[in-house]
């Protein structure tokens, strides 16, 4: 019996791995809290608006699922974006299930719910799409 020696996979073929995308999902998940722990020492020293707190919050949502689809774009190859969607899902899903195990609810699929999704999704997806640009 012979044995057929298959090419080597490129890394364009090869895709990520799971470990890969949880570092770049953990990796993620400390830069926001790193930008909060910043955001809360800010809003104790300058007493900024409730608005202008939340909108630095959703920046710092869409910063860190950015930087977690470039990663994952990067080290992907191929399919950036969808790697990046995948790594900002992951990211919304993370923080949905602790919304639930800490306030027992993740609210009713609202407004603020369906947008934080979508600003997550779309955050890993075009820092995904960026990541493989050279």
């Given at each position: 019996?012979?044995?057929?020696?298959q090419p080597?996979?490129?890394?364009?073929?090869?895709?990520?791995?799971?470990?890969?995308?949880?570092?770049?999902?953990?990796?993620?998940?400390?830069?926001?809290?790193?930008a909060l722990?910043?955001?809360?020492?800010?809003?104790?020293?300058?007493?900024?608006?409730?608005?202008?707190?939340?909108?630095?919050?959703?920046?710092?949502?869409?910063?860190?699922?950015?930087?977690?689809?470039?990663?994952?774009?990067?080290?992907?190859?191929?399919?950036?974006?969808?790697?990046?969607?995948?790594?900002?899902?992951?990211?919304?899903?993370?923080l949905a299930?602790?919304?639930?195990?800490?306030?027992?609810?993740?609210?009713?699929?609202?407004?603020?719910?369906?947008?934080?999704?979508?600003?997550?999704?779309?955050?890993?997806?075009?820092?995904?799409?960026?990541?493989?640009?050279?």
């Open positions: 019996m012979e044995k057929k020696l080597r996979k490129t890394k364009e073929e090869e895709g990520i791995g799971l470990f890969s995308l949880l570092k770049y999902l953990l990796l993620s998940y400390l830069c926001t809290g790193l722990m910043a955001l809360a020492f800010v809003l104790y020293r300058f007493r900024l608006s409730g608005q202008v707190v939340s909108i630095v919050i959703i920046v710092i949502y869409v910063a860190a699922t950015f930087l977690a689809g470039f990663l994952a774009g990067r080290k992907a190859g191929s399919r950036r974006f969808l790697w990046g969607l995948l790594e900002g899902s992951a990211y919304f899903l993370v299930l602790l919304s639930l195990a800490i306030y027992h609810s993740v609210g009713d699929l609202t407004h603020s719910f369906l947008t934080t999704l979508l600003l997550c999704a779309c955050g890993g997806m075009s820092g995904g799409m960026f990541g493989g640009s050279r």
